[in-house]
């Protein structure tokens, strides 16, 4: 579980944003700050993030990663993931007790 006090560059850009589309994950500004805790260890190169929302409220992310080569995500993929998340976010709902999981 990725904590957003840990990585609050790439929380930061992925709530701004709605969507992290970054073929060289280890490099790009957006999500370098989880080179060392996570795309190391993972053997993760590109990734494409979406963040999952109950209205306005956010929920979790929905993550495609390759770890077999450098990905160019297409629009098409985003469109795609963008449908996924849509879609999984009507099974999640925020707990008034302990909020949202982001």
């Known amino acids: 579980m990725l904590l957003r006090e840990d990585f609050p560059n790439y929380?930061?850009?992925l709530l701004e944003e709605t969507v992290i589309r970054a073929?060289?994950?280890r490099e790009y500004y957006q999500t370098r700050d989880l080179?060392?805790?996570y795309f190391e260890p993972m053997g993760v190169i590109?990734?494409?993030d979406f963040i999952l929302h109950d209205g306005a409220v956010p929920l979790g992310v929905i993550c495609s990663e390759?770890?077999?080569r450098e990905r160019q995500w297409?629009?098409?993929d985003v469109n795609y993931l963008r449908a996924l998340t849509a879609l999984a976010s009507r099974f999640f709902k925020v707990n008034p007790d302990i909020g949202a999981s982001i």
Request: zero cysteines; hydrophobic letters at 35%.
């Open 11 to 13: 929380f930061q850009h």
């Open 23 to 25: 073929p060289r994950a």
């Open 35 to 37: 080179k060392e805790a």
């Open 46 to 48: 590109s990734l494409l």
């Open 66 to 68: 390759s770890r077999t």
């Open 74 to 76: 297409s629009d098409a």
